[in-house]
């Protein structure tokens, strides 16, 4: 509904865009959609790796505050997915897996290595930008067993409860390149700091008793690995499950249509 609403708003000015009149008034304002890929970091990846990559979409507007200075706010959907198949170390034991879906809306603040110019038409080629900001996540962590997908949180495999609301603390950089008078590729790199360590739904250190757990689908997921017989004899105080030490991130990089309305 954004998206139908951003470009019936684009619309008018679109027709009229290459016309002299258009560029005689001067614009700060900018609508956007944009693709990339998403990337997990967590306890699911080898150290100092990140998962596989995975599709986002994303749609924002943006506001010159000056010529250097912009405020920007975006919505992007993205996926995240991590497996302890391609561990490279005994994490591979654990055989445990996740794949979220997820919406982050945040808010962006961007310092320009140049100014934008006089008039918004006269900007440079080519500009490089810092971003930071704060946002909410909404994420979804899920897995599968014999062939169904459940939604991990509400099962509580780890015994404890969490929220799949958090904010997070965008930071990354990036470069706007200019089509034409009206249009900018921007391509960013940005990496997200959470507060939480629950991306995967793995966070404990030791696996919890299975009594503890509120059914027996929260027990099979919580430790799979009777799965391929990897579980010693007492499965709650030998083997890691997770890194409580160590919250959760993601990378996004992006190519963006912007658009000066």
Do not use: C
């Amino acid at each position: 509904v954004l998206l139908i609403f951003i470009v019936l708003t684009a619309f008018p000015y679109l027709s009229s865009a290459q016309s002299f009149f258009a560029l005689r008034r001067d614009r700060n304002f900018l609508v956007s959609v944009g693709t990339g890929t998403a990337t997990y970091k967590g306890e699911m990846v080898n150290p100092g790796d990140f998962g596989s990559l995975r599709p986002n979409v994303a749609i924002g507007a943006e506001y010159y505050l000056n010529s250097r200075l912009s405020v920007r706010g975006e919505l992007t959907y993205f996926q995240l997915r991590g497996s302890d198949r391609k561990a490279d170390d005994d994490r591979w034991e654990r055989n445990l897996s996740f794949k979220s879906g997820n919406v982050e809306l945040a808010v962006l603040g961007a310092v320009n290595l140049s100014p934008m110019g006089i008039r918004f038409y006269q900007r440079s080629a080519l500009n490089f930008h810092a971003f930071a900001g704060v946002g909410l996540l909404y994420f979804n962590p899920k897995a599968e067993l014999d062939g169904k997908t459940y939604a991990l949180q509400p099962l509580q495999t780890e015994g404890k409860k969490y929220s799949r609301f958090q904010p997070v603390i965008p930071v990354g950089l990036g470069a706007r390149i200019k089509l034409d008078p009206f249009f900018n590729i921007l391509v960013e790199g940005g990496y997200r700091f959470t507060f939480t360590d629950h991306l995967d739904d793995v966070s404990i250190r030791r696996y919890p008793a299975a009594s503890s757990l509120k059914s027996d689908i929260a027990r099979r997921l919580s430790d799979r690995r009777p799965e391929i017989g990897t579980q010693p004899d007492n499965p709650t105080q030998v083997g890691v499950r997770g890194n409580p030490k160590e919250n959760d991130g993601y990378l996004i990089l992006n190519v963006t249509l912007q658009y000066y309305l």
